[in-house]
């Protein structure tokens, strides 16, 4: 079991940044992939990124790529997601997300495919 909790969420003007991070215990935090993913009301969980185990590769989702960032610290049990240069459209509940290195590379962009949650943290942007 691995228990997620998000934070760095908030309220920020547009053109701004946010930093967020997802603290994990339970687990040794390498042994899994990350993922970001948000949901604003009335639309699907989307992809925002993910990172490998080892932080040897990330994804990022189109509209994020350039103004997204997505690291890890396994040493701190801690995953982030720099945001910077937000949009209204960034407005949403973002959660982390976490699923076993076994299952590779394929499918990580979908939520399904990730076994554990954290709550989310709310972020709007303001225009």
């Known amino acids: 079991q691995v228990q997620l909790v998000e934070s760095g969420g908030g309220l920020v003007q547009a053109g701004g940044s946010l930093r967020l991070s997802c603290a994990a215990s339970g687990r040794t935090l390498s042994s899994y992939r990350m993922g970001w993913f948000r949901q604003a009301p009335g639309k699907d969980r989307e992809f925002v990124a993910t990172i490998s185990g080892s932080a040897n590769n990330e994804y990022y989702a189109d509209s994020m790529k350039g103004r997204f960032t997505i690291s890890r610290d396994n040493a701190k049990n801690t995953v982030y997601l720099q945001m910077n240069v937000l949009k209204p459209e960034d407005t949403a509940v973002y959660y982390c997300?976490?699923?076993?290195?076994?299952?590779?590379?394929?499918?990580?962009?979908?939520?399904?495919?990730?076994?554990?949650w954290g709550p989310g943290t709310q972020v709007t942007v303001s225009s």
């Open positions: 997300a976490a699923r076993s290195n076994f299952k590779g590379d394929a499918g990580s962009v979908y939520p399904g495919s990730y076994d554990y």
